[in-house]
T-cell receptor, first 114, second 110 residues
Framework: ETGVTQTPRHLVMGMTNKKSLKCEQHLGHNAMYWYKQSAKKPLELMFVYNFKEQTENNSVPSRFSPECPNSSHLFLHLHTLQPEDSALYLC?????????????FGSGTQLSVL | GQNIDQPTEMTATEGAIVQINCTYQTSGFNGLFWYQQHAGEAPTFLSYNVLDGLEEKGRFSSFLSRSKGYSYLLLKELQMKDSASYLCAVREFRDDKIIFGKGTRLHILP
């Protein structure tokens, strides 16, 4: 148990579907992140939220839409995705307290777009 | 820009020692992380280096040379459960973004 919970663990969707990924952290952190992990590629930072405010949008296509209603919850809304969007989507959180500010990751949502 | 290089795959024997290297180029350096990721699971934090030198934590040690843009993760007394991917990541000074390498998949043979 890492303290960061993601649902669903697996998701299969068609290109015309709309779905949402959910992330919840129980660590009292105030920064939350979405990363994309594709085969043979490094983890790619997508979005960063600090105190519910989006501070980073790493040139992500608009078919991915994040939402952060409070410091404990983060969503990624998906619509009209492409097959190349199939990947593992990882949520993470961190706290600025302490010098290392390490990331705590959830187990991810394995997304397949057909 | 930033670039992080680490070997794609390595193989070692149970009980042995293995060193996983990572070289990086960033516009501003503010710390280096190592994470372990088992297949289908979340990456978990192993170590953090911000100053030059060796940080030891049980069977795992991590080394950093900022002048050379180089780090390594040393795993001693290898166990089968150490079979995993090891991710090197660098935090940039300018915006605190953490950038990951592609990871090194380590196979442990009995």
């Amino acid at each position: 148990e890492t303290g960061v919970t993601q649902t669903p663990r697996h998701l299969v969707m068609g290109m015309t579907n709309k779905k949402s990924l959910k992330c919840e952290q129980h660590l009292g952190h105030n920064a939350m992140y979405w990363y994309k992990q594709s085969a043979k590629k490094p983890l790619e930072l997508m979005f960063v939220y600090n105190f519910k405010e989006q501070t980073e949008n790493n040139s992500v296509p608009s078919r991915f839409s994040p939402e952060c209603p409070n410091s404990s919850h983060l969503f990624l809304h998906l619509h009209t995705l492409q097959p190349e969007d199939s990947a593992l989507y990882l949520c993470a959180s961190s706290s600025p307290e302490g010098s290392d500010e390490k990331l705590f990751f959830g187990s991810g949502t394995q997304l397949s777009v057909l | 820009g930033q670039n992080i290089d680490q070997p794609t795959e390595m193989t070692a024997t149970e009980g042995a020692i293995v060193q996983i290297n990572c070289t990086y180029q960033t516009s501003g350096f503010n710390g280096l992380f190592w994470y372990q990721q088992h297949a289908g699971e979340a990456p978990t934090f192993l170590s953090y280096n911000v100053l030059d030198g060796l940080e030891e934590k049980g069977r795992f040690s991590s080394f950093l040379s900022r002048s050379k843009g180089y780090s390594y993760l040393l795993l001693k007394e290898l166990q089968m459960k150490d079979s995993a991917s090891y991710l090197c990541a660098v935090r940039e000074f300018r915006d605190d973004k953490i950038i990951f390498g592609k990871g090194t998949r380590l196979h442990i043979l009995p």
